[in-house]
Nanobody, 121 residues
Framework: QVQLVESGGGLVQAGGSLRLSCVAS????????MNWWRQAPGKQRELVAG???????SYLEAVKGRFTISRDNAKNTVYLQMNSLAPEDTAVYYC???????????????WGHGTQVTVSL
C-alpha cells in the first residue's frame, strides 16, 4: 500500500513563504510524475506544478516565478517552495503521484489528503 502524506501548510501573511513537503511511503520501485494540486472553496481542483523523474517541470501560469517544485527521488519526496504568497493562493494543497510502480505489473496513481494553506492580508 502506497501512501502520500503532505506537510508544511499553515497560515501566513501576504508576501510570506511556505514550503510544502510530500512523502510517498510503502513499497515503491519508481514514480513517474509528482504533482501539486490545489482546490480553493467553490472552485475546481487545479494543477499547480509537476515534475517528472528527469526533472522536467511544469507550472500553473499564476504561480510561475513564485513557486518552485523539486523532488528527491531517493526519498520519494516532492517539495513546493511558495514565495510571495497572495490571498488567492489560499486553498487545500494536494500531492499526487502518477505512474507509481509498487507491486505487480501495472502502475497506479495516488493522492494525499491535502494540507491547508491560508494567506491573509
Amino acid at each position: 500500500q502506497v501512501q502520500l502524506v503532505e506537510s508544511g501548510g499553515g497560515l501566513v501573511q501576504a508576501g510570506g513563504s511556505l514550503r510544502l513537503s510530500c512523502v510517498a511511503s510503502g513499497t515503491i520501485f519508481s514514480i513517474n510524475i509528482m504533482n501539486w494540486w490545489r482546490q480553493a472553496p467553490g472552485k475546481q481542483r487545479e494543477l499547480v506544478a509537476g515534475i517528472n523523474g528527469a526533472g522536467i517541470l511544469s507550472y500553473l501560469e499564476a504561480v510561475k516565478g513564485r513557486f518552485t517544485i523539486s523532488r528527491d527521488n531517493a526519498k520519494n519526496t516532492v517539495y513546493l517552495q511558495m514565495n510571495s504568497l497572495a490571498p488567492e493562493d489560499t486553498a487545500v494543497y494536494y500531492c499526487n503521484a502518477e505512474g507509481v510502480f509498487s507491486r505487480g505489473l501495472y502502475s497506479h496513481d495516488y493522492w494525499g489528503h491535502g494540507t491547508q494553506v491560508t494567506v491573509s492580508l
